[in-house]
């Protein structure tokens, strides 16, 4: 679907955790076609209900930009209430009027995974607001290590990245391309 898509790059770039990488998944060419994306979402919303099991979830929240039409799309599926952190300076925060009430439960959704960095941002964003984080879901998880939270995710890939000091295609003098939002 990604190479169908165009949306599996190849060549050398920045990724948000700053760390380089020789693919990159640009899933919002995934959500060129609503009727694709809204599907990954019901998928990702059934296995969100089988690998969580009975976990109560009161509401997706996404950080921006990744996660916030998969967000809303995922929510959507689960009948659940939506909204989206995003950055003010270098901190995540809930703006735009949006609310998450002390004891909600809350999933967070983004489209890629690679650190848990934007994901581990909006979870303590939610915990300082009293909310209980149940989970963390999305399309393509790149991670190499455990979480505190459980990830679900419709694909698990093994990706090479590199500190930007020890990238081999920057030694090379590839061009680097920097196709994310941070």
Same mark, same amino acid.
């Given at each position: 679907?990604?190479?169908?898509?165009?949306?599996?790059?190849?060549?050398?770039?920045?990724?948000?955790?700053?760390?380089?990488?020789?693919?990159?998944?640009?899933?919002?060419?995934?959500?060129?076609?609503?009727?694709?994306?809204?599907?990954?979402?019901?998928?990702?919303?059934?296995?969100?209900?089988?690998?969580?099991?009975?976990?109560? +979830?009161?509401?997706? &929240?996404?950080?921006?930009? !990744?996660?916030?039409?998969?967000?809303?799309? /995922?929510?959507?599926? $689960? =009948?659940?209430?939506?909204?989206?952190?995003?950055?003010?300076?270098?901190?995540?925060?809930?703006?735009?009027?949006?609310?998450?009430?002390?004891?909600?439960?809350?999933? +967070?959704?983004?489209? &890629?995974?690679?650190?848990? !960095?934007?994901?581990?941002?909006?979870?303590? /964003?939610?915990?300082? $607001? =009293?909310?209980?984080?149940?989970?963390?879901?999305?399309?393509?998880?790149?991670?190499?290590?455990?979480?505190?939270?459980?990830?679900?995710?419709?694909?698990?890939?093994?990706?090479?990245?590199?500190?930007?000091?020890?990238?081999?295609?920057?030694?090379?003098?590839?061009? /680097?391309?920097?196709?994310?939002?941070?």
């Amino acid at each position: 679907m990604f190479r169908k898509c165009g949306a599996l790059l190849q060549g050398h770039f920045v990724l948000s955790s700053g760390s380089h990488s020789d693919r990159y998944f640009q899933c919002a060419l995934l959500f060129d076609d609503p009727r694709l994306g809204r599907s990954l979402a019901q998928a990702l919303a059934d296995k969100i209900r089988r690998q969580l099991g009975n976990r109560r +979830i009161d509401r997706v &929240v996404g950080p921006a930009m !990744g996660g916030i039409i998969i967000g809303h799309e /995922v929510a959507h599926a $689960l =009948g659940v209430r939506s909204c989206f952190t995003e950055r003010v300076g270098k901190r995540m925060a809930l703006r735009r009027g949006f609310e998450v009430r002390a004891g909600e439960r809350v999933l +967070i959704v983004e489209d &890629v995974v690679t650190t848990g !960095g934007s994901a581990g941002e909006t979870a303590s /964003v939610m915990r300082e $607001l =009293g909310a209980k984080v149940e989970g963390v879901a999305c399309i393509v998880d790149r991670t190499q290590d455990s979480r505190d939270a459980p990830l679900v995710s419709l694909i698990k890939v093994q990706v090479t990245t590199w500190d930007v000091n020890e990238c081999p295609l920057c030694h090379q003098g590839q061009a /680097v391309v920097k196709p994310g939002s941070r």
